[in-house]
């Protein structure tokens, strides 16, 4: 089976058992403060588990797309130097919601225990035919209603039912939030299955869990203390890469069809090849090549999707996890010898893959890229000279005989060199050694402190506003339509210290703050028995959500308890100023759509009441004239004076297919959280819809007007602009008016050249005219100049190619000249050295000394030599003498 396939089946097997297939949430959660990404397929229904929330239905299941990095659920250690643990993965997962006793509005009864695990048995070894000797389950110990199912409702060998403690067999998603006993199904790997007892949970790939079914029962509060839930859960969840390797008789994840593309891929651009070797003696290069091709391909999929749901790397919380994983798989590129970016060579891999399940990714892959490139390049820049210095400490710890490197080298190699304190662990564990991590944590937290005092921060309040309070009820908000309401305190909230902080509400008309609309302020009264208002006021200093609103109060006291009535009032200016500002943000995305083009999402916005901010990609600075143009339209939307219509009644709500249905352009924002109904806030329907949980003008005309005030970029290809509306606009105006005139008169006044300029400027038009005139006339007869010019040019170029060749051919005659000459002197001399015998034949002798002499022809005085030397050889011993007539 294809992956697809297995994923299709199970979804498949679900439907049939009545559940609804739902969406995965995005795997950055925006609405839960307790974590930094999605780590398991039961977050998006948090609030059913809490009873704060209600579904359509009371059995789901889905594919989650999940991230652990980070908090108590975190596999990045694992990640490469084994085959099964991921820092994103997909996980396949059932749930059932409450009591089944009470069936759903669909007719289906949520279920537990025996369900849970009789569908567990029939799907692994019914449908996927695995065997059973090669399964074996756990559960709580104190959880026998679960191993007695296992025992009646399964033919599992009953040996194979184990019971572990709380680590093993307690599930909890993270410090607070819902937990419950679980239950899990682990497989025998062995090559000839032969695991025993004692291999299951020791962290073997050989005995791999793969299913973990949770009996969701309780709350964990912030104090540790476990509350029961007013309802029982399932919450199962099935790792789909281990499956699939199951499945398709693989050892390692990494060679089923979920990661071979991906590493054929990199093994493509690296030029190396990939062997999928697991251990092997120090040293070995194969193996370090394969591990760094599992972390490299493991930490795109982290970047590829945390990015497309919106997350982007930064220095802190979220951004700086991805700034991390993308770091260490820079690094682990290094290993490959990839010194120039290539993880974002790999998304298109990941898109073609992946995308028919997770379609957001080819939706944003050009800015998934653009990001992981922006940040590849910017560590690139370092890691290099990093790495030396890094040797270099290395060196040093060594020959002092020691094994830990000191915190201020840690911390030099994050504060310079950019390198995250998990890789620099990473990097000395490799060479046997060790950081000094407490005081690398205690040079960071003295950065921090001073890096505050520069920004003169203040921590904010909500850091200690983790809890969920006590008493939960769903919420009640009613402040689409009211500004103020009577009502009752239903929980109190607390911080670290037990400080009350503030209140949730039965019923509140106060906006939480959400989809970048700010929390409303106001104040919280209390009602005396008889509903009159002679108790104390409260400042309402902020509102966010928390599964409930929580109204953080500025100071609290001890009046305030559950069950008090109180009257909510939130501050009407205050609310009035962010409903211009939230409108405006529709109509400027839109205009910045119509302007920049439609690859323009938003990607984040802040709607406060003193200005607004919008974030989108983009790649390039907007132009003065555009924003001018953006601004523009926004106004004459804002002067058509359109009637927003927002669904405030929930009973209006739609589902989101609904939605797309009635208006094809609906916008949503990308990463957030939808619940299963919809809001929809119109303006205009040709111009912008949106899905919005917002507060809004009735009419665009209340905006008054609208202008940018700032422009420019936070992110790599992410543009930011604020702006501001209604009297705020006015006074931005009039401010830049004002400034501009005090530079206009400045200018004038304190320059006495400039201001003569300006008259004389003022006073030239006609001059210019004329100037302009002769400009113009200048201008033909530099155009004459020019092609006469140009004909010169070229007739000198002619020229001197003839005066060239007449070169060339008087070169030419010379060499024959000297070389009719040389033949000819060689003839000559031929010819002379024959009368040469005849001379000698004639010498005279006087003395005994040979005497010879004649005159003979030659033309030069070589020549003549050349028959002297004949003479001397023929004549042997004696006296010669020849004489020629040359140039008479
Ligand atoms: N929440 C459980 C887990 O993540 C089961 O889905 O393991």
Redesign the pocket.
Known sequence: MTSSEIRNSFLEFFRSKQHAIVPSAPVVPYDDLTLLFTN???NQFKDVFLGAGKRDYSRAADTQKCIRVSGKHNDLEEVGRDTYHHTFFE?L?NWSFGDPSEPDGIGRAGYYKKEAIEWAWELLTKVWGLPKNRLWATVYKDDHEAEQWWKTVTDIDPLHVLRFGEKDNF?EMGETGPCGPCSEIHIDRTPNGSATADMVNAGLPELMEIW?L?FIQYNRDENGKLTPLPSKHV???LGFERVCAVLQGKNSNYDTDVFTPIIKRISEITKQPYNGSLQSTIGNRQLEIDISMRVIADHVRTLTFAIGDGALPSNEGRGYVLRRILRRAARFGRNLGMHEPFICQLVPTLVETTSYIFPEIKEKQEHIQRVIKGEEEGFNATLDNGLKVFEEVVKKVRSSQSTVISGEDAFKLYDTFGFPLDLTQLMTAERGLKVDVERFQTLMKEQRIRSREVRNETTSHRVFLQGEGKNLKPIGFVGYEQLEVDTEITSIVNDLNGNVVGVALENTPFYAESGGQIGDRGVIAVLNNDGTLEGSVYGVVDTFKNIQHVHVLKYADSDLSVGRRVRAKVMKETRISTERNHTATHLVHEALRQVLGTHLHQHGSLVAPDHLRFDFNHFEKVAPEQLREIEEIVNAKIVEGIQVVALNDAKDWLTIDEAKKRWPNVKMFFGEKYGERVRVVEVDPSFSVELCGGTHVKNTADIGYFKFRTEGSVAAGIRRIEAVTSERALELLKDRERTLNERIEYAFGQNEEVAALGRELGSSIAAAKNFQRRIETIQQLGKVAERVSSELDSFFAQQHSRDHQLESLILEITDTKKTLEKELSKARVKSAAGSIDAIVASATTANGVKLASAKVSAATMDELKTLGDTLRAKLGSGVGLLSAVIDD
């Open positions: 398991a397929g039961m996980m997962g599930w973990n949770v919450d199962t969840g």
